[in-house]
């Protein structure tokens, strides 16, 4: 079964150094999706990305934040200057539909990203 | 600010009995709601999508949408101890949005 794919699991940064997060989206997905999730709270979402731009983002996805699509199967979430407050899980998720009704997203396993 | 509200729990319930979740949400433009089930440690896991009103129901579980109260809810039936999880409620309006989770406890 077809699945996301994330790499690292585990980033371990120190404060004020640029990290890459890493995810191979669904294959025949169009849709690719960045949430975070700190230590025991909700599921926050990040940014959606489509046709090679951004589409939606949240107030938390401010310019030390950006994406990328480097290629056909990678898709890049960039933290610049990361702060104490940048550790949490990452998601990325894919889905085939966009807005409107249909929106299934799949998850990836997530990377832990530690900053110290 | 759009929210999804859930009960934190935990909901605890015997095995076999049925487990009963609750997510209501503020925006009233949303379009489309999910159920995810989350392990501790792991990944969201999608479980159910319901985008009209009424029920659906897919093998032990059922979800249950009204707009007009703005409520969402889902039902497992016969629950087993490996149904325990954070079960999170997700609504698709202007943006994506999840709710804090239940924490289910399926006791043997």
């Known amino acids: 079964e077809p699945e996301v794919t994330q790499t690292p699991s585990h980033q371990v940064t120190q404060m004020g150094q640029e990290v890459i997060l890493r995810c191979v989206p669904i294959s025949n997905h169009l849709y690719f999706y960045w949430y975070r999730q700190i230590l025991g709270q909700k599921v926050e979402f990040l940014v959606s990305?489509?046709?090679?731009?951004?589409?939606?983002k949240s107030e938390i996805f401010d310019d030390q934040f950006s994406v990328e699509r480097p290629d056909g199967s990678n898709f890049t979430l960039k933290i610049r200057s990361t702060k104490l407050e940048d550790s949490a899980m990452y998601f990325c998720?894919?889905?085939?539909?966009?807005?409107?009704?249909?929106?299934?997203?799949?998850f990836g396993p997530g990377t832990r990203l530690t900053v110290l | 600010q759009k929210e999804v509200e859930q009960n934190s729990g935990p909901l605890s319930v015997p095995e076999g009995a049925i487990a009963s979740l609750n997510c209501t949400y503020s925006d009233r433009v949303s379009q489309s709601f999910f159920w995810y089930r989350q392990y501790s440690g792991k990944s969201p896991e999608l479980i159910m999508s319901?985008?009209?009103?009424g029920d659906k129901e897919d093998g032990r579980f059922t979800a249950q949408l009204n707009k007009a109260s703005q409520y969402v809810s889902l039902l497992i039936r016969d629950s087993q101890p490996s149904d325990s999880a954070t079960y999170l409620c997700?609504?698709?309006?202007?943006?994506?949005?999840f709710g804090p989770g239940t924490r289910l406890s399926v006791l043997p």
């Open positions: 998720a894919s889905s085939d539909s966009g807005g409107g009704s249909y929106n299934e997203q799949f």
């Open positions: 990305f489509y046709n090679n731009e951004i589409s939606e």
């Open positions: 997700a609504v698709r309006g202007q943006n994506f949005v």
């Open positions: 319901i985008y009209s009103n």
